[in-house]
């Protein structure tokens, strides 16, 4: 688990609060979960995930 990604503990909790449903269209491209990390990652760090460095 990358640091500062969501715990499972975390995630627990707020799954339930996430939509649900199935809407018309393609499949989503991100899982909620992982969009969620980024929200984290740009709000924690103010740089874009895709920019920093793979390692």
Same mark, same amino acid.
């Not at 449903?21 to 980024?38: A, F, M, N, Q, T």
């Given at each position: 688990? %990358?640091?500062?990604?969501?715990?499972?503990?975390?995630? =627990?909790?707020?799954?339930?609060?996430?939509?649900? /449903?199935?809407?018309?269209?393609? %499949?989503?491209?991100?899982?909620?979960?992982?969009?969620? =990390?980024?929200?984290?990652?740009?709000?924690?760090? /103010?740089?874009?995930?895709?920019?920093?460095?793979?390692?």
């Amino acid at each position: 688990m %990358p640091r500062g990604a969501l715990t499972d503990t975390q995630w =627990d909790r707020l799954e339930p609060l996430q939509p649900q /449903g199935i809407k018309p269209g393609p %499949p989503p491209v991100w899982i909620s979960r992982e969009l969620i =990390d980024c929200v984290r990652f740009r709000t924690r760090t /103010g740089v874009l995930r895709r920019d920093v460095p793979e390692r």
